[in-house]
């Protein structure tokens, strides 16, 4: 670890990270290429500075604004050609399609560039949605295709604590997306091929050949999610499974899988170390084979990484310098950062270092603790160490993100881990026989067997409910002061010093003040919430620890429904309970006026009320505003769409604010008291 702080990529990693999420999140930078270039030149020539101190802060700052420019350089929206700018009402769009997505219930789902908008030539990417028919087209990684869509904005979530897809496609330079059927758009012959889309086809060709020998549909889809990166076809069923199993990762390719390649590879080509220049040319054998493995899994971000990583991890491997693997890990961290920055916003990119952190700086001290002489319970032992290690090193980050901790992950690992090589490899064999058509239907079958093996195992581990851990909430600086606690933690056990012990009880106390701090603001905070869930009304008045949900004749309400489960767990709340709210409600001295189906809502003493307008009233609003003259209308899921577009040309004919949970998310009346 010391080594490792004397390391200075780690701080020019630490600085373009900073860089990275500064110009991401306020987009400071708009000033252009050519006036940010030259600041970077400006500021390396404060770096000839003889004064270290100041030396040493010029090259933070370097790094800072390398890490500023690496978004400003990535993001589409800087350049003038970006395809948003050359839009009109009758735009005619070139689109080439990027990766086909898992598709959802009604539409097929389709990353797109748009490499043209009215013949100009352009950058930027979008997303596709095209109909499910019973003719529909299937479109492939390389298809060009031309249509006249209506762009539309990506939906935010539209309750409190839901999954932001909006901000998720944000990270990947997507911020439109477009809807559209099989008979709107024309296909058009393509003659280029780029890599990706070769890669797409060899992929299609491997699955088309597997498929002739009678895999059953979980088996074909977990083979393909082992070795191909495709996890489309895989059953909502088997990934919670694999969820709370705790071996998600199993079906992800990833740094597990790459690194078990590596170590076999590594076995393999040793051989050719005792030739002259043997172990560069072992080494390019094994990078040359550890590409060839990402372009057959699809090149997703997910194995780009993986593969770069274990690439430095191979180089460093073949040095064998005490401490070159943990440098190259830093290495490729910066290297990946610095030319995909958006990686650092990625769950996967997150929790595939933060796991290799845990193996390389807390395994080792675990393993330490003993260290036995038999090779096979050494070997498990081993395993166990690095399971816990990495395990370690996600818990608050996978804490933060899922909600759940899988307490049999070790059960999962020890059990799966080490037939992994088996199946990798073995899968590998099966894939290339079946290509040559020299696959035996048994050994098929045989392979076929032991993933289904796998899936019951998986299956009968996560259905042990008394150790899966769920409903588990952290914030995010409590998620960061976890991992400070951790680090100041591992560093106290390599150094031992009472200075460092203070830093470490020092962030226990940390962690313990902020936990007091969000439990207080959970108990002082009220909230009147009007939900947004298409057909049906959902209205919650949380009070402290405690929300009250209205209940209504007609309304399926159930209190285990999605959205207030997920308010409740974030929210740290203890109970929520059903209620009849009265049609007038007053709320933080705010009078709210609830007008239902019987339209009613002439009221005595009502003074500039919010206004709630449910399951499409026949009601004028024009004589509403004008009898009540509300402060504001809000209107939920449940009513008619032609009503609410009439109702908000009213409002805004009549400068009332107006808000529509369909539109613009949930409404949150807030008092904290």
């Given amino acids: 670890m010391k080594r490792l702080l004397s390391y200075l990529p780690l701080y020019f990693v630490v600085f373009l990270i900073l860089g990275i999420s500064f110009q991401f999140f306020s987009g400071i930078w708009k000033f252009g290429f050519l006036k940010l270039f030259f600041l970077i030149i400006l500021i390396s020539f404060f770096l000839l500075v003889k004064r270290k101190v100041l030396g040493t802060l010029f090259v933070f700052l370097l790094f800072f604004l390398i890490g500023v420019s690496s978004v400003y350089v990535n993001e589409d929206c800087y350049y003038d050609n970006y395809y948003q700018y050359y839009i009109t009402e009758d735009t005619t769009l070139f689109l080439q399609i990027d990766e086909v997505l898992k598709p959802g219930n009604f539409y097929k789902k389709y990353k797109a560039k748009v490499i043209q908008v009215d013949g100009e030539v352009t950058k930027g990417k979008i997303l596709l949605n095209v109909l499910h028919d019973s003719v529909s087209k299937v479109l492939k990684v390389d298809d060009r295709i031309l249509l006249k869509p209506q762009l539309k904005k990506l939906i935010p979530p539209l309750n409190p604590h839901q999954f932001d897809y909006q901000s998720y496609l944000a990270k990947q330079g997507i911020h439109e997306q477009i809807f559209t059927t099989n008979n709107e758009f024309l296909k058009i012959d393509n003659t280029q091929t780029t890599l990706l889309g070769l890669s797409a086809k060899v992929r299609t060709n491997i699955t088309e050949t597997l498929q002739k020998y009678n895999f059953e549909k979980n088996e074909l889809a977990v083979i393909n999610a082992l070795l191909l990166g495709q996890r489309q076809d895989i059953s909502k069923a088997l990934i919670t499974d694999y969820q709370n199993a705790g071996a998600i990762h199993i079906l992800a390719v990833s740094g597990l899988h790459v690194g078990i390649i590596l170590l076999i590879l590594n076995f393999i080509f040793k051989p050719l170390e005792t030739l002259k220049n043997g172990k560069l040319i072992k080494i390019l054998v094994i990078l040359l084979l550890l590409w060839a493995f990402a372009f057959i899994a699809g090149l997703s971000a997910s194995v780009v990484r993986a593969v770069t990583m274990f690439s430095f991890v191979a180089v460093a491997m073949s040095i064998k310098r005490k401490g070159i693997v943990e440098f190259s890990f830093?290495?490729?961290?910066?290297?990946?950062?610095?030319?995909?920055?958006?990686?650092?916003?990625?769950?996967?990119?997150?929790?595939?270092?933060?796991?290799?952190?845990?193996i390389l700086w807390i395994q080792?001290?675990?393993?330490?603790?003993?260290?036995?002489?038999?090779?096979?319970?050494?070997?498990?032992?081993?395993?166990c160490t690095v399971s816990v290690a990495a395990q370690v090193g996600i818990l608050p980050l996978s804490i933060f993100y899922f909600q759940q901790f899988p307490a049999l992950f070790l059960i999962s690992n020890l059990v799966i881990i080490p037939?992994?090589?088996?199946?990798?490899?073995?899968?590998?064999?099966?894939?290339?026989?079946?290509?040559?058509?020299?696959?035996?239907q048994f050994v098929a079958d045989l392979y076929g067997l032991t993933i289904s093996e796998m899936n019951r195992f998986v299956s009968w581990v996560s259905h042990q409910e008394a150790f899966l851990f769920k409903e588990l909430a952290i914030s995010f600086w409590m998620m960061i002061c976890c991992y400070v606690t951790i680090f100041l933690g591992i560093?106290?056990?390599?150094?031992?010093?009472?200075?460092?012990?203070?830093?470490?009880?020092?962030?226990?106390?940390?962690?313990?003040?902020?936990?007091?701090?969000?439990?207080?603001?959970?108990?002082?905070?009220?909230?009147?919430?009007?939900?947004?869930?298409?057909?049906?009304?959902?209205?919650?008045?949380r009070v402290g620890k405690k929300m009250y949900v209205h209940n209504q004749v007609g309304n399926p309400l159930v209190l285990d429904e999605k959205i207030l489960k997920r308010y409740q767990i974030s929210e740290h709340l203890k109970s929520i309970e059903v209620s009849d709210f009265k049609n007038i409600q007053t709320f933080s001295n705010q009078q709210i006026l609830i007008v239902d189906s019987l339209g009613i809502y002439k009221v005595r003493g009502l003074n500039n009320p919010l206004v709630i307008l449910q399951h499409s009233?026949?009601?004028?609003?024009?004589?509403?505003?004008?009898?009540?003259?509300p402060n504001q209308i809000i209107v939920d899921g449940s009513n008619y769409k032609t009503d609410i577009v009439r109702w908000k040309n009213i409002a805004v004919q009549h400068q009332v604010p107006f808000h529509y949970t369909g539109e613009q998310g949930a409404f949150v009346l807030e008092n904290t008291l």
């Fill in 330 to 358: 830093i290495t490729s961290l910066f290297l990946l950062l610095l030319v995909k920055p958006m990686f650092l916003f990625n769950v996967g990119f997150q929790l595939s270092y933060l796991a290799v952190f845990g």
């Fill in 364 to 383: 080792p001290k675990l393993y330490s603790i003993w260290q036995p002489k038999n090779k096979i319970v050494d070997f498990f032992w081993k395993l």
């Fill in 617 to 629: 009233p026949k009601i004028s609003l024009e004589r509403l505003i004008q009898s009540i003259k």
């Fill in 419 to 440: 037939f992994l090589g088996v199946i990798l490899v073995g899968g590998i064999l099966v894939i290339i026989t079946s290509l040559f058509e020299i696959l035996p």
């Fill in 491 to 541: 560093f106290f056990l390599l150094k031992k010093t009472q200075k460092q012990l203070l830093y470490f009880l020092f962030s226990i106390v940390l962690v313990q003040t902020l936990f007091l701090y969000e439990r207080n603001k959970v108990q002082h905070k009220n909230e009147f919430l009007v939900f947004h869930k298409s057909k049906h009304s959902l209205l919650g008045k």
